[in-house]
C-alpha cells in the first residue's frame, strides 16, 4: 500500500502547537478530565474507580456499545465496532473494496476517503460539493452519472467538513434511492453528527437508514473529547461488521481501557455535553458571520448549516496559501488553506467549536488593519 501524505495531518503537525491561536480547528472545547468526571453517574463513577489497566474486549466494552447503540434506531450492541476514528475508515475501506472497484466519494473529502481506495488500486471519482450564490450544493444527476458497473462504494459525509453542508431530507432520500438500486455499499463519515445548527435539520445516521450503510461517528468533535480517540462503526450487516472485526486484530488489537471508561460516562451524559457544544458553535458563527460581512473586500462567506466548521473564500489577488503563510507568520496565528483538501477556488477553513475562537478571530482583524 503506497499512501501520499496527508496534507491537512501535516499541516496541522507543522502549526497546531507551535501558534498561540488557531482558526481552523474542527472540534469542539475539549473537556478537562475533573469536567468529564463531574458529568459521572453512579455506575459511571464506579467503573473508573475500579479500572484495571489491563487489555479490553477487542469490540470494545460492553456498557460502551450499549450506550452507542443508543444512538441509534435500527443498531444494537452486537452492530457496533469500537475503534479509532481514522482507523474506522482504514477498516472499512480496505474491507469493502477490492483492486479495480471503482467509489465515488464526496469531494472535499477527509483525505484518507480519497486517498485509500486509491491506494487499493481503485478509481477515485470525485462526487463535489459546489459554492454558488453564497451557499454549497450537490448535483444528483452528477451522482448518478459518476456510477458505473464498477462501482462498489459511496463515501459521503455530511455534515460536512469543511463546509457545514447538510443535504435536504429530499437529497438524502435521493441518495439512498441511488445505492439501492446499485447495491452500493454506503460509507458515511458522520463525525460532525448531532453539532446541526437546527436541530430539526437532523438527517438519520445511515446505518440506521440503509441495510448497506456503515456510519463511522465517535466522540471527538461535537462531544467535545478528542483525547479519548474514540470512535465507532456501526452496520447492520452482521457478516460485513464480523469482517471489520477481523480487520481489527490487524491494527489496534483493542481499545484503551481508560478511554472507553470515559467514553461511557461521556455518552451518558450526552445530552449536556451535546448542548454545550452546540451554543459554543451557534455563538461563534455569528460572530464570523459579521466579521466576514465587514470585510466584503477581502472574503465571501458561505453560511454552514450544520458542524463545527465553515468555508469561506478568500477574495484577494493572493493564494490563498500565501495568505495563511503569511498571518501565521505576523500573527501567530494558523488558518488551513484549502488546498489542503484539493479544493477548487480560494477557501480556507475556519473552525467555529473553541472557546477562544473571538480571540482568534481579532486577531485576524489585527492582521487586515496592518
Known sequence: MQLNDFKLERYFAKYEFNVEYLLSPSDCESLSLPELLEYADPDGKELWANLKLGY????????????????????????????????????ALNTILRPGDSAVVVDPAYQSLQEIPRSLGCKVTPWPIVAGNGQWTLDLNRLEDSIDNRTRLLAINFPHNPTGFLPSRELFAGILDLVRRHDLYLLSDEMYWLSEHHPADRLPAV????????????????????????????????????????????????????????????????????????????????????????????????????????????????????????????????????????????????????????????????????
Open 207 to 370: 446505518a440506521d437508514a440503509y441495510e448497506k450503510g456503515v456510519s463511522l461517528f465517535g466522540l471527538s468533535k461535537t462531544f467535545g473529547l478528542p483525547g479519548l480517540r474514540i470512535g465507532w462503526l456501526a452496520t447492520r450487516g452482521q457478516a460485513l461488521m464480523d469482517r471489520f472485526a477481523s480487520m481489527k486484530d490487524y491494527t489496534t488489537i483493542c481499545g484503551s481501557a481508560p478511554s472507553e471508561v470515559l467514553a461511557i460516562i461521556g455518552l451518558r451524559a450526552k445530552e449536556r455535553l451535546i448542548a454545550r457544544s452546540r451554543e459554543i458553535i451557534l455563538r461563534n458563527r455569528d460572530l464570523a458571520e459579521q466579521f466576514f460581512a465587514e470585510h466584503p473586500e477581502s472574503f465571501r462567506w458561505f453560511a454552514p448549516q450544520a458542524g463545527s466548521t465553515a468555508f469561506p473564500e478568500l477574495t484577494r489577488a493572493v493564494p490563498v496559501e500565501a495568505f495563511c503563510e503569511d498571518v501565521v507568520l505576523t500573527k501567530n496565528l494558523m488558518i488551513l488553506p484549502g488546498t489542503v483538501f484539493d479544493a477548487p477556488g480560494n477557501h480556507f477553513r475556519v473552525g467555529l467549536g473553541r472557546q477562544n475562537f473571538p480571540q482568534a478571530l481579532a486577531r485576524l482583524g489585527e492582521y487586515l488593519r496592518g
Open 56 to 91: 479490553t474486549e477487542s469490540k470494545g466494552h460492553p456498557a460502551l456499545r450499549e450506550e452507542i447503540a443508543r444512538l441509534y434506531r435500527e443498531i444494537s450492541a452486537e452492530d457496533v465496532l469500537v475503534l479509532t476514528p481514522e482507523e474506522g475508515i482504514f477498516i
